[in-house]
């Protein structure tokens, strides 16, 4: 079997930062020193080096919130396409949202995007299963028969569900299963027809707003719901200021709630929207610089555990459409390690901490991803230089579709090596398969 | 001026000079012959995504006065339905050889979003709650013509009543009244304001009979019903009473204030008396400038220099 060396390079993990030289066979860790000899004894015929010169080593990443758009909506995004994004992007396991078509409410549809993945074999993939059926917010969707096929994650998420007496029994059913439920907050009343965050530049625009208020409301009551039961929630794309402090206080009260951020919500302002440029309508919306700094202060002060990205693939004829026509959502998978060390003023560590062991705790993947890196430990590894400058081009992109917010923006930091149960899946920046 | 999509963008010079072009258009309009060669040659596509037959037959009326060639296309309102990008749509009609796109759009933004797609200058005919640029220069050129205003709006109390918040009418016209020096106050329910509207530059009202007896003009909007449904005013009956111009509130009125609206008329709603028995009425007036403005934006955006004080005489006919 082929041994896979990791040379050069500075490891980086939740029990600190080191020199580290990783050797990986057959999908385990089984070496970490100080430094190999440079040369000879290790490197056989049948051992592959990696250069990590410059580069930072550390978990692989997770990320809670991709959407993939197969089964159903392939010319956006296959499993595949998806998978070698992420993969690109630093990630060695994505979250998979469930509002495909079919949506994620039954083992069968489950079972086809886990069997997708492992074709493609780029990351792992763990489905989040539906909360209820067809994301329409009436009837549960077999919550148990799902945990008991290892989903740990259950969202309706691009719909909050709306009937709050379902959302309790949801999670009073939800408690024994030891899984979590993610909560799309958005108050659907309060947004009909929205495109854009309320304010000034929507008043402007004449665009109907999405209040930051239809978030907050729906924050509030989960966490109250929290209270009540004892059931876990994670709160998906956080947008807003006063969502952040909402969840601040939750876990002040000692509450078993975690809370997520798109690199796009600490990035860009509802400002963007004033060319009419569909690539930046997004649900939940882009909002003010205001509440772009309560987010940042949300990650450094870890109130908001991880970045997610909110991935969302569309093709270019659906999004050259009129703002109100043109599908929310934009790409995220591929720029968002780099926009994480670009824009907020945290510590390298935490960075990795919110891309990595923490969100992979929440999707229930920490046995396997997001791990510290010892010997013994699965390969899920990311090698990434943190100083490299780079400028996003959309038609260099790995996913099918091109909209990414971030076209000619130049930014730092970008992924070398990616290693997914052993296998050097990214090397040199290229995806091998 | 390559293309008008949004009045905010003009100058008070930008404004005076499409007025005083106006006017010229406003002397071809009352010739025996109300047609001049200006824009032979050239082809206007009136491309109505939103059905609107007294905008498109306006700007119709105006390009043929002007002897442009004119294409109407009536698309239905959603492009995605047909399964064909806006892109397509107009990348599509531009290949036919097009000059100038007028453009009506049910969605905010659709005209600039157009511009990105095609080399030919498009014209805002109105969309969705955003901007109607040609309704504010018609609606300053009435003012300025029947208030006597030709140097500008300084001094002048403007109020606009009803609906502002859904309306393109009242975004443009704030613009461009402001932009001519007036004093603008909006009179509407709290639910019918846009958000963040302490950021216009405008003042506030929720009482119409407040300041009805001191306005130089009152510009009333169109109320629509479906505003009912969305809990923003309980009752046709009660925005009457509150927001509509009723036989006492028109007696209350300055004899010179001018009553404006931008059509088709609520009567009975908004417009609770008999408009022809208002002697400040000018709602038709505006109707037949609106064609003379139409003439100057595309005679602006397409004309090069053609003289205007020559009449288009039929061909073989020679005077």
Known sequence: ?433 | MKHLLDIGVLSVEDLHHLMALTDHMVEVNQRPIPKVPALRGKTVVNLFFEDSTRTRTSFDTAARRLSADVMNFAVSSSSVNKGESLRDTIETISAMGVDAFVVRHRSSGAPQQITQWTNASVVNAGDGWHQHPTQALLDCFTIRTHLNRRDGFDGLHIAIVGDIKHSRVARSDVQAFTTLGARVTLVAPPTLLPPAVEQWPVDISHRLDELVGEVDVLYLLRMQRERMTDALVPSLREYTAHYGLTPPRARRLQPHALVMHPGPMNRGVEMAVDPSELPGSVVLHQVTNGVAVRMAVLFDLLGSGADLGKTDHPRGEDR
């Open chain 1, 1 to 433: 079997m082929t041994r896979t060396i990791i040379r050069g390079g500075t490891a980086l993990d939740q029990t600190g930062r080191r020199r580290a030289d990783i050797t990986i066979d057959g999908g385990v860790i089984v070496g970490v020193a100080d430094a190999l000899e440079a040369s000879g004894a290790d490197d056989g015929d049948d051992v592959v080096v990696l250069d990590a010169t410059g580069c930072v080593i550390t978990p692989g990443f997770v990320d809670l919130h991709v959407h993939l758009r197969e089964p159903g909506r392939e010319e956006a995004e296959t499993i595949e396409t998806g998978s070698r994004a992420a993969a690109l992007g630093g990630f060695t396991a994505i979250v998979a949202m469930p509002n495909t078509e079919p949506a994620h409410d039954s083992l069968a549809t489950v079972e086809f995007v886990r069997a997708q993945a492992r074709r493609a074999g780029l990351c792992e993939v763990a489905p989040a299963g539906c909360i209820t059926m067809a994301r329409a917010g009436s009837a549960l969707a077999p919550l148990g028969e799902l945990a008991d096929a290892g989903v740990r994650l259950f969202t309706d998420d691009g719909n909050g569900v709306q009937d709050a007496a379902l959302m309790r029994r949801a999670l009073e059913y939800a408690k024994p299963l030891g899984i979590t439920l993610a909560q799309h907050c958005e108050v659907a009343s309060l947004t009909k027809g929205a495109v854009m965050h309320e304010g000034s530049c929507c008043s402007h625009l004449g665009l109907p707003g999405w209040p930051a208020i239809a978030e907050e409301l729906m924050v509030h009551r989960d966490i109250e719901l929290v209270r009540l039961t004892g059931a876990p929630v994670h709160f998906l794309h956080l947008s807003t200021a006063r969502s952040v402090e909402l969840v601040r206080q939750a876990k002040a009260d000692g509450l078993p709630v975690t809370a997520e951020a798109a690199p796009h919500h600490f990035t860009l302002t509802d400002e963007m929207l004033m060319g009419y440029d569909s690539v930046f309508k997004v649900n939940p919306p882009l909002r003010t610089a205001a509440d772009i700094a309560a987010i940042k202060r949300g990650l450094a002060d870890g109130t908001i555990d991880a970045i997610a990205t909110d991935h969302a693939p569309h093709p270019p004829e659906a999004k050259e459409a009129p703002l109100d026509e043109a599908p929310p959502g934009m790409l995220g998978l591929e720029t968002a390690l780099a926009l994480a060390i670009t824009e907020l003023e945290m510590p390298l560590e935490e960075i990795v901490a919110a891309l990595s062991w923490k969100p992979a705790a929440i999707a229930g993947l920490g046995d396997r991803h997001g791990r510290a890196i010892a010997v013994g430990e699965p390969a899920n590894l990311t090698v990434f230089d943190p100083d490299l400058a780079w400028t996003v081009v959309p038609s260099k992109l790995a996913s099918l579709s091109r909209n990414t917010p971030y076209a000619g923006r130049t930014v730092r930091g970008k992924v070398r090596h990616t290693i997914y149960s052993g296998v050097a899946v990214v090397v040199d920046g290229v995806a091998q398969r």
